[in-house]
């Protein structure tokens, strides 16, 4: 397997711009997470998907922040518009919830957006 | 917020065993006890994870305390590509808790 595909890996944007970022979670994964990642707040998680339905937003900032998951194997974070304060890197990750009660998230390389 | 207290670093020389601790005084009975590193630039990576008995797996061992209020994480023969920010999660897995947690991790330097 792949693994998690991420993409862009790197995004430049000006502010008040839209930006997407994409993710390919594992195939047969049924969860689906995504975290941003800076110096200030470290790693924290923003939203998650069960069977592509949100279950968690809690973490996302405001409403200039949305997440979709059309089907199970593509996800969208999008930022609009973007600003400056937007500027981390944002990983995707998913795992599978078996018949264990415990298991493990894997991530993708993460998508490093700057916003000027 | 975490529920985790990790020294903010530490080093090791190559080749010899790297001990990280974990104190999670508060961990009830359903949490278990994770471990992820992240290497820098990388995404997090699952190393290891136990309820209340020692694991051993290809990556590390996870010592638990027998009260559970304290882990170590112990990876053997550490190596320079092993230098990362390791992360101790404890996290609820039968009541929702599908979420992690990270807290500020432990630096680990190995040196040659």
């Known amino acids: 397997d792949a693994g998690v595909i991420q993409s862009p890996r790197h995004e430049v944007t000006e502010m008040g711009q839209e930006v997407t970022l994409r993710c390919k979670p594992i195939?047969?994964?049924?969860?689906l997470f995504w975290y941003r990642q800076t110096m200030m707040r470290g790693l924290e998680l923003l939203i998650y998907?069960?069977?592509?339905?949100?279950?968690?937003d809690s973490g996302m900032p405001e409403d200039r922040f949305s997440a979709k998951m059309p089907n199970a194997s593509f996800s969208t974070l999008k930022i609009q518009p973007s600003e400056p304060r937007d500027s981390a890197v944002y990983f995707c990750?998913?795992?599978?919830?078996?018949?264990?009660?415990?298991?493990?998230?894997?991530f993708g390389p993460g998508t490093r957006l700057t916003v000027t | 917020d975490a529920k985790t207290t990790q020294p903010p670093s530490m080093d090791c020389a190559e080749g010899r065993a790297a001990n990280l601790p974990c104190n999670h005084s508060?961990?009830?009975?359903?949490?278990?006890v994770y471990w992820y590193r992240q290497i820098h630039s990388q995404g997090p990576q699952y190393i290891i994870h136990?309820?209340?008995n020692n694991e051993t797996n290809e990556m590390a061992s996870l010592i638990i305390t027998e009260d559970r209020k304290s882990s170590t994480l112990i990876l053997p023969h550490a190596t320079l590509r092993d230098t990362a920010v390791y992360y101790c999660?404890?996290?609820?897995?039968?009541?929702?808790?599908?979420?992690?947690?990270f807290g500020t991790g432990t630096r680990l330097q190995v040196f040659p």
């Open positions: 990750a998913s795992s599978l919830r078996g018949r264990l009660v415990s298991y493990e998230q894997y």
């Open positions: 195939s047969g994964h049924d969860y």
């Open positions: 998907f069960n069977n592509n339905v949100p279950i968690d």
């Open positions: 508060t961990i009830s009975g359903n949490e278990y």
């Open positions: 136990g309820l209340k």
């Open positions: 999660i404890v996290r609820d897995v039968l009541y929702n808790t599908d979420k992690l947690i």
